[in-house]
């Protein structure tokens, strides 16, 4: 059974950069059929997209947010990897990262992390 | 990026019958069996119930059931228990954008 752990900083200061990973387990990130995602949750709000990647390194990205995201994977680690500048309060959420097999939707999820932009 | 369109809330009695509705366009939701839902408990991590449309992942309980017409896919949860309490989304392949997925805006059940 895939599993997938979030990790990074829950309190980032505004105009800094916020970075997560995200931890694969029970499966390689090498897979060529899956993607890799971002999402997140605004408090008390909806599902809203981030990204994803393949493990090729090919990223799609939501529009609003591509001046400022970058999202890598390290296949050696099974790892990927979310950056995201010029953070302002707006970005408060809780992140998630998972799974997907195209054209479907995710299947697995992490657990979320909450991040805070606060100084 | 328009969201799927979900009722705000739908509730119900114990052991009832509810439907979630989730409207899309023919480029996503009717254009393709590519449908989701999820199942979100506070604080938790959204939990895949339905995929392609109809198909329930191991694990998942028989009183979930998905069904599409048209534009429009729906959530059936039958014989309504306490812990279905839960915000639900649903989410679909679409040709609209980018990202090739889209999400609903969530319902809140209640069970009464």
């Known amino acids: 059974q895939v599993q997938l752990q979030e990790s990074g900083p829950g309190l980032v200061k505004p105009s800094q950069t916020l970075s997560l990973t995200c931890t694969v387990s029970g499966g390689s990130i090498s897979s060529g059929a899956y993607y890799w995602s971002w999402i997140r949750q605004h408090p008390g709000k909806g599902l809203e997209w981030v990204g994803y990647i393949y493990y090729s390194g090919s990223t799609y990205y939501h529009l609003s947010l591509k001046s400022r995201i970058t999202i890598s994977i390290d296949t050696s680690k099974n790892q990927f990897s979310l950056k995201l500048s010029s953070v302002t309060a707006a970005d408060t959420a809780v992140y998630y990262c998972?799974?997907?097999?195209?054209?479907?939707?995710?299947?697995?999820w992490g657990q979320g992390t909450l991040v805070t932009v606060s100084s | 990026q328009s969201a799927l369109t979900q009722p705000a809330s739908v509730s119900g009695s114990p052991g009832q019958s509810i439907t979630i509705s989730c409207a899309g366009t023919s480029s996503d939701v009717g254009g393709y069996n590519y449908v989701s839902w999820y199942q979100q408990h506070p604080g938790k991590a959204p939990r895949l119930m339905i995929y392609?449309?109809?198909n329930r992942p191991s694990g998942v309980s028989h009183r979930f059931s998905g069904s599409k017409s048209g534009n429009t896919a729906s959530l059936t949860i039958s014989g309504l228990q306490p812990e279905d309490e839960a915000d639900y989304y649903c989410?679909?392949?679409?040709?609209?954008?980018?990202?090739?997925?889209?999400f609903g805006g969530g319902t809140k059940v209640t069970v009464l």
């Open positions: 998972a799974r997907g097999n195209y054209p479907n939707p995710p299947d697995y």
């Open positions: 392609e449309v109809t």
């Open positions: 989410s679909s392949y679409t040709i609209s954008t980018n990202l090739g997925v889209i």
